[in-house]
Every structure is written in structure tokens, then in C-alpha cells.
């Protein structure tokens, strides 16, 4: 297949463009700034239609991973770059479709899971989850976050592409061992002895392995039943004390110190995050994958983590 992925030069861009490639498919990625890659490299703005769409007419899929990282303080200046990107590069991306003379039969758009709501009591799945925003005490920026991926999603509802089948993938985090990811930060912290229970660690952790990413996107481009509205996630989140004490206990780590609330406040400035990402419950649950027949490699955390931290070593 013949597959545009804008946006696909960061982290997750680069994994799903390196997995792709490796299995043969022609690959494409568009990005704001030219590089040498294993792959082929357009340029574009990630907000006007330029040369860049004559790429996607006549491609076999469009995989729109674009979008500033929200690994950053939440200031004025960030929020709006974190909207912006996200929104215009999705309409960018549909008119591009829309104009197409052979448009892709499937586009699938980068969303997050955590437009659900903060809970413990149940899991969030397509069909019964709850969309987040109203909880008590939820702080500012989670109210952000949630309003991001709504006019994200929107933009993607709101493009006419009749022709074109169209997924949100409302992700977790994904794990790889790379450098510059979510897991190099977290195996960092266990490095240091830290990485132990945050605040009261109850909150759950949604997480997928880059190897069940990849085979998820590709099992959703080959089956047309999926639209709309997909969980692309293992399908067993886990506390956040479980999730570090199994990746410690595989990472042969004895000390995992906790850290209270305010102690993750005053982290997330020093290092120019924000606590949300440690601190909201994200537990989701992958109910349209699952019904439709998709068969995890790495379903629960510990095994997944093993393969991750065996495969950092190397």
C-alpha cells in the first residue's frame, strides 16, 4: 500500500513510518522541515494544501499523526499551538482528500484517550465511556485537554470525504524503547530509584506496545467495519503503583521511592510538563478491536514491559 502519514516525524510518527517501511509498504511522510529517512519525505505547513497533496490522491491510506507534543508547561502560547496544530492540520489534511481525484479509502486521524473522563470504577470503552470535563476538582488543564480533542475529532467529522472512510484513533500512551518516548522516561526514573507510587497511585495507566500499535492500525485499515470512534489500547489498564512496581520488578530495580502530589507539582515545573499526565486515571478499554476479532501480542503490562526493557538493552 501507498501510505501518507503527516506528521510523521515525530516519536510515533517515526516508529509507525520505520514498522511500515519495514514491512514493504510505500511510505510517505510529510513534514515541516526535509530530512534524509529510510522513506520519502514532503514537505508542508501542517495548515494550507500545497504540493504535498498530490501525495495523499491516490494513496491507499493517510495516517495524520501531526500535532505540537503536549509534554510542556500549558502556557497561552502552548495551548494555542497545541489546538492549532491539531485542527488545522486536520482540515488541511481533508481538504487535500476532498480534492482528490482517486482520494484513499481510509483516513485514519490521530486522537488521544484521554478525552475520558478521571475514574476508578469502571473502564471507558467506545459505546459506554464517559467523556471527561465534568468531574469534581478536575483542574483547568484537564478541562483543556478534553476541549483539544474535541474540536480535534470535529474537524475530522466535519470533512467531506464521502469516499474515504474515517477513524479517530483515540490512543493511550505507546510504549517503545526508544529514545525520546514515554517509556525512556519512565525507565529513566527507575534508573534513578525512583518511579515508585504517585501520589496514591490509584490512578490507572492505559498503555499499548509499539508492536500492538502497528498491527492495531493495520488490522483497522483492512477491516472496513471499523469507523468512527476506536480505543487503540491493551486491553488491561492497571494502577499506576501496579504498572511501576512490574516495571521495576523487570528492570531489576529494588527501589521505587514515592513521590506526594505537591512533589509532582513542583517536578512537572522543573522538567516543563504538567501533572496531568501522571495524575489523571486513564482507564480504557479496546471494546471495538477486541469485537471485531484483533489479538493482542502483549495484552497485560509485566510481559510487555519485559520485551521493552530486554529490547532497550540491545
Known amino acids: 500500500m501507498k501510505i501518507v502519514i503527516p506528521g510523521g516525524s515525530g516519536h510515533v510518527g517515526t516508529l509507525l513510518a520505520r514498522a511500515l517501511t519495514s514491512s514493504d509498504h510505500d511510505v510517505v ?8 529517512a529510510p522513506w520519502r519525505v514532503a514537505e508542508w505547513d501542517g495548515r494550507t494544501v500545497g504540493d504535498w497533496s498530490k501525495e495523499i490522491d491516490g ?11 503536549v509534554n510542556c508547561r500549558y502556557t497561552p502560547a502552548h495551548r494555542a499551538e497545541i489546538m492549532d496544530s491539531r485542527v488545522q492540520s486536520t482540515r488541511a489534511v481533508g481538504t487535500a482528500i476532498a480534492r482528490s481525484r482517486k482520494p484513499p479509502r481510509v483516513w485514519l486521524q490521530a486522537s488521544t484517550a484521554t478525552i475520558y473522563a478521571h475514574r476508578y470504577d469502571a473502564p471507558n470503552d467506545e459505546a459506554t465511556g464517559f467523556i471527561g470535563g465534568s468531574e469534581p476538582n478536575a483542574p483547568e488543564t484537564w478541562r483543556f485537554s478534553i476541549d483539544v480533542v474535541r474540536a480535534w475529532e470535529a474537524a475530522l467529522n466535519e470533512a467531506a470525504v464521502p469516499l474515504t472512510r474515517k477513524v479517530a484513533l483515540r490512543s493511550a500512551v505507546i510504549m517503545s524503547p526508544e529514545d525520546g518516548g514515554p517509556f525512556a522516561t519512565l525507565m529513566a526514573l527507575v534508573d534513578r530509584g525512583l518511579g515508585g507510587r504517585a501520589a496514591d497511585g490509584r490512578q490507572y495507566v492505559s498503555w499499548i506496545h509499539d508492536a500492538d500499535f502497528v498491527r492495531a492500525l493495520l488490522w483497522i485499515i483492512a477491516h472496513d467495519s471499523l469507523a468512527g470512534v476506536v480505543n487503540v489500547c491493551s486491553p488491561n489498564p492497571l494502577p499506576q503503583e501496579d504498572f511501576m512496581r512490574a516495571l521495576r520488578k523487570v528492570a531489576g530495580a529494588r527501589v521505587g521511592l514515592p513521590a506526594l502530589r505537591w512533589m509532582l507539582e513542583i517536578g512537572a515545573i522543573v522538567m516543563g510538563t504538567e501533572t496531568e499526565l501522571i495524575l489523571k486515571s486513564r482507564r480504557v478499554v479496546p471494546a471495538r478491536l477486541l469485537e471485531s476479532g484483533f ?6 503490562w509485566p510481559d510487555a514491559a519485559l520485551d521493552l526493557v530486554r529490547r532497550r538493552a540491545h
Open 295 to 300: 489479538v493482542f501480542t502483549h495484552p497485560n
Open 29 to 36: 511522510v510529510l513534514s515541516r522541515q526535509g530530512r534524509a
Open 59 to 69: 494513496s491507499d491510506v493517510v495516517i495524520n499523526m501531526a500535532g505540537r507534543s
